[in-house]
């Protein structure tokens, strides 16, 4: 526990830090149910779930592939039998795809083909709400009770999840395979984002952002929504990004375009988790102007992503 004995995510509401643009990178996903208590790390320190070898040997094949891996369980009581359910999701704005399957033990995590072909299709979203309390305390207090109501509403949807990024926004929720990703959804009908995502639309105020777009664009979005109202999942889809000496020019589509410049600042030093021991900076955008242009541009590399 941080200063004070305050959670760290008691901090960033204290200090209202902006959640947009903070979504962790992620173009691909991997995520493989491992039932029962995690340790600070769900794979390499959790021996009551997965040998520490076999979790490292699946973290490193999943990285050299490029992807986010995390550990997933059901919420509430556990079964006695465990079973070994695994989802793979593609994200790249508008070739999104979600498979998932089940292995017979938890050595078959190394077998999964990483392009989802083992399993099959499914077109149901998958929820996923940070409950990994070993990491980070806050999502434990802030994560299980927002993973309880998604359950209540949407149990086939609803998982609990290891460490996302960004606990400091503890309750954190990743929306696959869109790769929505949400903060402090304790704070509010959890339930309720889930609604709109199966209507196309999202809760721009606790919106972090999408993981397979590049930080700037996600900032870039959330002043092109409060501009214009627009909650539509789709809509303002990156057109360009510009870097420039301590600004960002993002250009969205929309009729017409939407050319965002964002300002690119450092934070006051903050603790970011609930163990950080040394404040640091964290990178913040503001807006420093928005206007519609007329323009043809080509959608940036998706691989931009950071």
Not at 247 to 263: C, F, I, M, S
Request: glycine share 10%.
């Amino acid at each position: 526990m941080s200063r004070a004995g305050q959670g760290c995510s008691d901090q960033s509401l204290a200090r209202n830090d902006p959640m947009y643009g903070t979504a962790s990178a992620g173009t691909s996903w991997l995520l493989l149910e491992l039932s029962g208590g995690w340790g600070p790390s769900a794979f390499l320190q959790s021996p009551a779930c997965i040998d520490p070898k076999l979790g490292l040997a699946v973290v490193r094949r999943a990285e050299a592939a490029g992807m986010r891996i995390a550990a997933i369980r059901k919420h509430g009581r556990r079964t006695a039998a465990p079973r070994w359910r695994w989802f793979i999701a593609q994200c790249a704005v508008g070739s999104e795809a979600l498979y998932g399957g089940e292995v017979d033990d938890p050595r078959g995590y190394l077998e999964l083909a990483l392009d989802g072909s083992d399993g099959t299709a499914s077109t149901d979203p998958l929820v996923a709400v940070c409950a990994h309390g070993r990491h980070d305390m806050c999502c434990a207090v802030r994560g299980r009770s927002a993973a309880a109501a998604i359950d209540a509403a949407y149990p086939e949807f609803a998982w609990e999840c290891s460490h996302l990024g960004g606990d400091r926004f503890a309750a954190t929720m990743l929306v696959l395979p869109t790769g929505l990703c949400y903060g402090r959804v304790d704070s509010t009908d959890a339930a309720e984002l889930v609604g709109r995502y199966l209507d196309g639309r999202l809760n721009d105020e606790f919106l972090r952002g999408r993981t397979s777009l590049p930080h700037p664009v996600q900032a870039a979005q959330h002043f092109a929504r409060a501009e214009f109202g627009d909650d539509r999942i789709d809509a303002f889809p990156p057109l360009d990004i510009e870097p420039g000496d301590g600004t960002v020019r993002v250009v969205l589509g929309a009729d017409p375009p939407v050319e965002v410049v964002l300002n690119e600042e450092l934070s006051e030093p903050l603790l970011s988790q609930c163990h950080a021991k040394t404040p640091g900076r964290v990178r913040v955008y503001t807006l420093a102007s928005l206007r519609t242009v007329e323009s043809r541009l080509s959608p940036p590399d998706p691989s931009a992503a950071e």
